[in-house]
Each structure stands twice: as structure tokens, then as C-alpha cells.
């Protein structure tokens, strides 16, 4: 029997996905899914969100050290001030006058923060940042010495 290729395997688990979706309320699979589905689910997305910010970190750094002399690297840094400059330049002005226009919108309810609230206390969404923020697991007491 042939191997399925990568885009086909990936092509199937997501139309495997949603006709999962559309039968396991009819079934009365909801307990199943909510119960071992969905932490998978979640876990695969925290995982996701925990390598984005080094991967993003690694890549702007092979990118800079891959510019060949200090004359390229200096222009491009000027580049990207001007272009940041250009981007936000009414970004004073939002503040000052509260224009309703310059804020962003974000009453959509998105399922998967609720879905990440109703997580185990062991999945933690980013444990580097728990951790940072002095967050984890309690440290224990040292025992005392005898001395």
C-alpha cells in the first residue's frame, strides 16, 4: 500500500476534524471530545505559542547577522525606523484626541480563550512567561541544617 503524502495527510485529519465537528453533537460524543479531545487540541496550541516568540527572535538574528558589512546594516536599520515612523505617525494623535477609529476592535468572543480557560491547573498556555513572572510552582522551605 502507497504512503499518503504530507499535503494529503493533512488534507484528511482536517476534513476529519470537521466532520467531527458536525457529528459529535448529534452522537453525544460532546463529553468524549470535551474530556480527551480538546486538551490535546489546546496543548498543540500552547505549544505553538510557546516556540512562536524564539523563532521570531532566532530569525530577525540570522537575518541581521547575514547582512554582509556595517554600511548595509546601518541603512537597513534606517529603513525600518523610517517605516515604523510612517506606520504610526497618527498613533500621537489617537492618543490625544481618542478617536474611535485608531483603536482596535476586540469584542469578538474567540472560542479558544474560553476553551483555554476551562484547561487543567497542569497545561500551563506559556510556562516560560509563568516562570518570568515568578508564577510557578512554589519553591518549598529548605529544611534547617544541623550543624
Given at each position: 500500500m502507497r504512503r499518503l503524502s504530507q499535503p494529503r495527510r493533512i488534507l484528511v485529519g482536517f476534513l476529519a476534524g470537521i466532520l467531527w465537528s458536525l457529528l459529535h453533537p448529534a452522537l453525544g460524543w460532546g463529553a468524549f471530545t470535551a474530556a480527551w479531545i480538546a486538551p490535546v487540541g489546546t496543548l498543540f496550541l500552547n505549544l505553538l505559542k510557546l516556540i512562536a516568540l524564539p523563532l521570531v527572535a532566532v530569525s530577525l538574528l540570522e537575518g541581521i547577522a547575514g547582512v554582509g558589512n556595517l554600511g548595509q546594516l546601518s541603512r537597513l536599520g534606517w529603513r525600518t525606523v523610517a517605516y515604523y515612523i510612517v506606520l504610526h505617525r497618527n498613533h500621537s494623535r489617537c492618543h490625544r484626541y481618542r478617536h474611535w477609529h485608531c483603536h482596535a476592535r476586540t469584542s469578538w468572543d474567540f472560542p479558544l480563550?474560553?476553551?483555554?480557560?476551562?484547561?487543567?491547573?497542569?497545561i500551563?498556555?506559556?510556562?516560560?512567561?509563568?516562570?518570568?513572572?515568578g508564577r510557578g510552582a512554589p519553591a518549598e522551605k529548605p529544611a534547617p541544617m544541623d550543624g
Open positions: 480563550d474560553t476553551a483555554a480557560s476551562s484547561l487543567p491547573a497542569g500551563r498556555a506559556n510556562p516560560c512567561r509563568t516562570a518570568a513572572y
